[in-house]
């Protein structure tokens, strides 16, 4: 079974950094893909940045390219996003997904497992 724990939200100034992460664990996640996705109140789910575990390619939302970076550590099994420059506008829930398809799909719906997300808020 398959479970992904999310941690590392809190508040923050705008302009500020902070890092999220994401503990994956019950299978052997070498050729999964990772993604991460966020949820303001009242909005869709909406992509923010994926990474293959395999090859390490990435791709990231126009909203937060240049700003968030995503990565992973094998050894510890978690997928990071590190986000700087943050602004109001990235308050959301922030939440992890895994699938076993190795793609960078930027679709909520080709993601199998799901984190239960880790609050992150921005203040201006």
């Known amino acids: 079974q398959v479970q992904l724990a999310e941690s590392g939200g809190g508040l923050v100034q705008a302009g500020g950094s902070l890092r999220v992460s994401c503990v994956a664990s019950g299978r052997t996640f070498s050729s999964y893909t990772m993604g991460w996705f966020r949820q303001a109140p009242g909005k869709e789910r909406e992509f923010v940045a994926v990474?293959?575990?395999?090859?390490?390619?990435?791709r990231y939302a126009d909203s937060v390219k240049g700003r968030f970076t995503i990565s992973t550590d094998n050894a510890k099994n978690t997928v990071y996003l590190q986000m700087n420059s943050l602004k109001p506008e990235d308050t959301a829930v922030y939440l992890c997904a895994a699938t076993p398809r190795d793609n960078l799909w930027t679709y909520a719906s080709r993601y199998d497992y799901w984190g239960q997300g880790t609050q992150v808020t921005v203040s201006s």
């Open positions: 990474i293959s575990w395999r090859g390490g390619a990435t």
